[in-house]
C-alpha cells in the first residue's frame, strides 16, 4: 500500500451533480428544477416551515397565552373526606400523607379544605386551613396544628425612597436626684443647661461693662490731649507774622 493508492471506503462519496450540461448528461434543458413553478425560478427564498401553502405546524399548535406569575405559591390541596382512612386518634404530619399516597409533592405548604365530613378524633399538622375545616376538625374532637413556615433569605436591596428610614432608639437621661446635688448635673439636663445660660449672661455683662469702662477712658484722654494742647498754644510767647507783610 502506497500513499497514493489510499482511497475512502466505496458508497462515502459520491460524484457532485453537474446540471445544465445540455441534454447528453441527463440534466440539462431545466437542469432538475422541472417546467415552470415557484421552484422553477430564480431567487427562491422559502422558509424552511413552508408546508405548500397550508396553515404550517407552528401556528397550529396552541399557544400558553397571558401572565403566568414565576414565583406563584401552589399549595397541596387536601379535603377532610379523605383523613377518614387514618385510626381514631392518629397525628397526621406531612410525611404521613406523602407515604400514603394522599399528596404528591408537599409544594408551598399543604392547605385542608372543608370538603365532606371528618369521622376521625385526628391531630393534623399542616400549613394552613379554611375556616370551615378548622371548624369540622374540633368538632370531631380533633386539633388543627399550623406548621409555622420560616421567612425566606433574600439578599440585601438598597431601602426605597418611599420608605421611611429606621428610627434610632431614644435614650432617655434621668436627673440627679436630691441627695446628689454637689455632684455635677448630667449633661444636657435642664439644670445643666440653666447653668449654662447663667454664665452666658454674666460674660455678656462683664464684657459690656469693660467697653463701656474702656470707651470712658479714650474720650478722658481725648479731652485731656486737647486741653493741654490748647494752654501750650496759648503760652506761646512767639506771635505769627501778618501774611503778605516783610520782617522788619
Known amino acids: 500500500?502506497?500513499?497514493?493508492?489510499?482511497?475512502?471506503?466505496?458508497?462515502s462519496h459520491h460524484p457532485r451533480k453537474r446540471v445544465g450540461r445540455g441534454p447528453g448528461s441527463g440534466h440539462g434543458k431545466t437542469a432538475t428544477r422541472g417546467q415552470k413553478g415557484q421552484k422553477a425560478r430564480t431567487s427562491?427564498?422559502?422558509?424552511?416551515?413552508?408546508?405548500?401553502?397550508q396553515t404550517r405546524l407552528t401556528m397550529r399548535t396552541p399557544k400558553l397565552r397571558g401572565?403566568?406569575?414565576?414565583?406563584?405559591?401552589?399549595?397541596?390541596?387536601?379535603n377532610l373526606t379523605r383523613l377518614n382512612r387514618?385510626?381514631?386518634?392518629?397525628?397526621?404530619?406531612?410525611?404521613?400523607?406523602?407515604?400514603?399516597?394522599i399528596i404528591k409533592d408537599v409544594g408551598a405548604g399543604i392547605k385542608v379544605l372543608g370538603t365532606g365530613d371528618l369521622k376521625r378524633k385526628l391531630v393534623i399538622h399542616a400549613h394552613q386551613f379554611?375556616?370551615?375545616?378548622?371548624?369540622?376538625?374540633?368538632?370531631?374532637g380533633g386539633t388543627a396544628a399550623v406548621i409555622e413556615v420560616p421567612a425566606p433569605i433574600r439578599p440585601k436591596t438598597k431601602r426605597a425612597k418611599n420608605q421611611p428610614k429606621p428610627v434610632a432608639p431614644v435614650t432617655v437621661e434621668t436627673e440627679p436626684s436630691a441627695a446628689e446635688g454637689d455632684a455635677t448635673p448630667a449633661k444636657g439636663s435642664k439644670k445643666a443647661k440653666a447653668e449654662k445660660g447663667a454664665k452666658a449672661e454674666k460674660g455678656a455683662k462683664?464684657?459690656?461693662?469693660?467697653?463701656?469702662?474702656?470707651?470712658?477712658?479714650?474720650?478722658k484722654g481725648g479731652k485731656g490731649a486737647r486741653g493741654q494742647a490748647e494752654s501750650a498754644s496759648g503760652t506761646e510767647d512767639s506771635v505769627k507774622p501778618?501774611?503778605?507783610k516783610k520782617k522788619s
Open 130 to 140: 379554611s375556616a370551615q375545616a378548622r371548624r369540622k376538625i374540633e368538632a370531631a
Open 1 to 11: 500500500m502506497k500513499l497514493h493508492e489510499l482511497k475512502p471506503p466505496p458508497g
Open 242 to 244: 501778618d501774611k503778605g
Open 67 to 78: 401572565f403566568h406569575n414565576r414565583w406563584k405559591k401552589r399549595f397541596a390541596v387536601l
Open 86 to 101: 387514618f385510626e381514631n386518634g392518629a397525628e397526621i404530619q406531612p410525611e404521613s400523607l406523602l407515604e400514603a399516597g
Open 206 to 219: 462683664t464684657e459690656k461693662g469693660e467697653k463701656a469702662e474702656r470707651g470712658e477712658k479714650a474720650e
Open 44 to 53: 427562491v427564498n422559502m422558509p424552511k416551515t413552508f408546508e405548500g401553502g
